[in-house]
T-cell receptor, first 111, second 114 residues
């Protein structure tokens, strides 16, 4: 079983739609969580950190469920420019700080 | 530009040749990571440095791969006797040394082994 799992998609949604992605992790000792965005043939860029209490940044909301070991990303009012791959990242701190990436979920926002 | 920089951006080589990539992290960052990414996959962890010490290396990494960070600043990743399966994007990232620090990536080196 992979340490971090995501549905690869693609999720094809119309402009203005709300879309949600989930990501599950297997290591219950995982300490910290992020969502990164990656455009085609570009490097990953930080989208947002994920806090235990949940957090929001404009149209983006991230949530963490430690009991079920998953994190989620909700995008409201999707824009064409949101089309990208969204990578879930988990930090395990068993002696070192290792950032483990999921395979990513591809989002296509359609006009 | 004070971001993470990688050189070269692209490398084409023949099977069996050795290649070396360089990464210059953000100057105040003492953690440096190397990842490999193939199409349709997320970045796969290769190795990690805290200053000049290599603290972890993926079990998936063969002995043909070696990385150094001699003075705790820039890092090099060398692949010896390249194989076609080594073709991938090699990404370098850096972070500061706090417990939950964000990772910043360079633009990557795209390796093609013919």
């Amino acid at each position: 079983r992979k340490e971090v799992e995501q549905d690869p998609g693609p999720f094809n949604v119309p402009e203005g739609a709300t879309v949600a992605f989930n990501c599950t992790y297997s290591n219950s000792a995982s300490q910290s969580f992020f969502w990164y965005r990656q455009d085609c043939r570009k490097e990953p860029k930080l989208l947002m950190s994920v806090y235990s209490s949940g957090n929001e940044d404009g149209r983006f909301t991230a949530q963490l469920n430690r009991a079920s070991q998953y994190i989620s990303l909700l995008i409201r009012d999707s824009k064409l420019s949101d089309s990208a791959t969204y990578l879930c990242v988990v930090i395990t701190t068993s002696g070192t700080y290792k950032y483990i990436f999921g395979t990513g979920t591809r989002l296509k926002v359609l006009a | 530009d004070t971001g993470v920089s990688q050189d070269p951006r692209h490398k084409i080589t023949k099977r069996g040749q050795n290649v070396t990539f360089r990464c210059d992290p953000i100057s105040e960052h003492n953690r440096l990571y190397w990842y490999r990414q193939t199409l349709g996959q997320g970045p796969e962890f290769l190795t990690y440095f805290q200053n000049e010490a290599q603290l972890e290396k993926s079990r998936l990494l063969s002995d043909r791969f070696s990385a150094e960070r001699p003075k705790g600043s820039f890092s090099t990743l060398e692949i010896q006797r390249t194989e076609q399966g080594d073709s991938a994007m090699y990404l370098c990232a850096s972070s500061s040394s706090g417990p939950y620090e964000k990772l910043f990536f360079g633009s990557g080196t795209q390796l093609s082994v013919l």
